[in-house]
């Protein structure tokens, strides 16, 4: 299990939305070869951290200790992406340690490595919450993070990107490749099943308005709960292209517009809150409707609407109540776990 250091760690990435707009886009490779990446690290970090070399003492170690590496420019090229990701810093008598580097260098816990890498490049992250749901080809891959992460923009046939991204988690002993489709290692399905579970015990939400929970139920006597949840943009970004960017719903297929449901409440069930199988994206007044207990989903994927729910609008006439009863064929993918369905139902008070 990831300690009480991980934890924070996990807490802080939350917090900070992924660190937004400061992540990093193009992740560079380090030398050793498409799975040493995490070695390389290591190694570099360990000469630095003991020599503290001038910049030519670690130009000429680079020359060194891989075969073929003479362009000063290719060395450089690397140590700059370590020193954006924080792990080394030039100083005006020679490289050391920064913040990251201390972090992780002396232990060389896998998981803080990981966390760092997350936290500072676009794309990591979700794209191994994805493999552990299906294996991918390099081209499903590439498809994949530019779907998901629209600020990555490189030209969709060019894979170089892609494949630096799986090479990271392959050298973390994250992803395996077979022939050719990559998939989630053992050790990569435990990190995405402590990730889930701590990232969602540690996301916080604002205060919530009282609903006005009546006895008859109907669009103009309900308030609907206002709420600001910390949610992992790159968790929310894999769960709508699970769903094509759509609610199952209402079919508003626009991002801005969906948010996140959870099947068991937020607030009732913390350990729950990332755990992709507790979630759908619905359009906003369909997330409402939906917390506010107007309709819901059997095991079967059948909308139920509460018997007493009366309208007038046309939308919410149209969504759900004239498709009572009906299969959503949008959950055949499979993503929704069917027995957090039937925990909810069996709360509901007109089931």
């Given amino acids: 299990m990831f300690g009480r250091r991980h934890m924070e760690l996990s807490r802080h990435y939350v917090m900070c939305g992924g660190m937004g707009d400061a992540r990093i886009r193009s992740m560079v490779p380090l030398f050793g070869g498409g799975d040493s990446y995490v070695k390389t690290l290591d190694r570099t970090l360990q000469y ?13 170690w680079h020359r060194e200790q891989f075969a073929n590496v003479e362009s000063q420019g290719s060395i450089e090229r690397r140590l700059r992406y370590l020193e954006s990701l924080g792990f080394v810093q030039q100083g005006v008598d020679g490289w050391r340690l920064d913040t990251a580097g201390q972090r992780y260098f002396p232990e060389q816990d896998s998981k803080v490595l ?18 552990a749901a299906r294996p991918m080809t390099i081209e499903e891959i590439n498809a ?12 969709p046939t060019k894979t170089d990107m892609a494949k630096q991204r799986v090479n990271w988690l392959r050298s973390l002993d994250l992803v395996a490749r ?36 009546e006895t008859e139920y109907s669009a103009t006597e309900y308030q609907s709960v206002t ?3 910390a949610l992992d943009p790159e968790f929310r970004a894999v769960v709508l292209h699970r769903y094509d960017t759509t609610c199952p719903v209402s079919t508003v297929d626009h991002s801005r517009l969906l948010d996140i449901a959870h099947v068991l409440p937020w607030s009732d069930y913390p350990d ?16 409402a409707a939906f917390d506010a207990e107007l309709f819901t989903l059997d095991t079967d994927y059948r909308l139920q609407v509460h018997p007493n729910f009366e309208t007038e609008s046309d939308l919410l006439q149209r969504t759900l109540l004239h498709r009572d009863g009906e299969t959503l064929s949008a959950f055949a993918n499979g993503h929704l776990d069917p027995t957090y369905l039937e925990m909810r139902n069996d709360s509901l008070g007109w089931w």
């Fill in 48 to 60: 630095i951290a003991s020599a503290e070399p001038t910049h030519g003492e670690l130009i000429e």
């Fill in 272 to 287: 729950y809150r990332a755990d992709f199988g507790n979630v759908l994206p619905l359009s906003k007044t369909h997330h």
């Fill in 114 to 131: 990981f966390d760092i890498m997350a936290e500072r490049n676009v794309g990591l992250q979700s794209l191994l919450f994805e493999l």
């Fill in 144 to 155: 994949f993070l530019l779907s998901t992460n629209e600020v990555l923009g490189w030209t």
């Fill in 178 to 213: 077979q022939t050719n489709q990559y998939q989630v290692t053992t050790l990569g399905q435990q990190f995405v099943d402590e990730i889930q579970s701590i990232r969602g015990i540690w996301a916080e939400e604002a205060v919530e308005s009282e609903s006005n929970r």
């Fill in 227 to 229: 709420s600001s949840r």
